[in-house]
């Protein structure tokens, strides 16, 4: 995959990551999806990538710093990735993190979270071969009725 580049997160990368996203979850994104792509790309501090081949974009990661976190110190969090299907298994999810890594290291920052679901087997063994573990938080949920 030496043809692929990384590149920073554009407003106008928003439509083909909701259709990225649509095809990996199976189902329309949802009606602000566009919205919250362009604002993060608007969003200085936030690290996010996209990944091109022959000018396409075929893969994405959205992350952020936290500066206050329940006694943490300054971190920064993976909220969302996803690769193109016809695309997958093929090392991109992999550049877009170590370039994420790479931008983050020389910011000084030394922990990187994600959260992923139990079930989501194909997720959790991607993120255990970027280095990937537990960590000593528990998500917790409460539903708002």
């Known amino acids: 995959m ?6 920073e997160l554009s407003a106008e990368d928003a ?13 329309p994104a949802d009606e602000d999806f566009n919205r919250i792509i362009e604002n993060h790309a608007r969003r200085e501090e936030d690290i996010c990538v ?6 396409n974009v075929v893969g994405f990661m959205i992350s952020y710093i ?9 971190s920064a969090w993976i909220a969302t990735l996803g690769v193109n299907p ?6 991109i999810g992999e550049l877009m993190a170590r370039e ?3 931008r ?3 910011l000084g920052i030394e ?19 970027l280095g990937f573990d537990r960590s000593n938080f528990i998500n917790l949920r409460k539903v708002l009725e």
Do not use: C, E, H
Request: glycine share 6%; aromatic share 14%.
């Open 15 to 27: 439509p083909p990551i909701r259709r990225i996203y649509a095809d990996i979850i199976q189902k």
């Open 50 to 55: 996209v990944a091109v081949l022959d000018d």
């Open 66 to 74: 936290l500066t206050m976190g329940f006694g943490i110190s300054k």
């Open 2 to 7: 030496n043809k692929i580049q990384i590149r």
């Open 111 to 129: 922990n990187v979270y994600t959260s992923v679901r139990w079930n989501s087997t194909d997720l959790l063994s991607f993120f255990k071969t």
């Open 100 to 102: 994420i890594f790479s």
């Open 86 to 91: 016809k695309y997958m298994g093929q090392g």
């Open 104 to 106: 983050y290291k020389s």
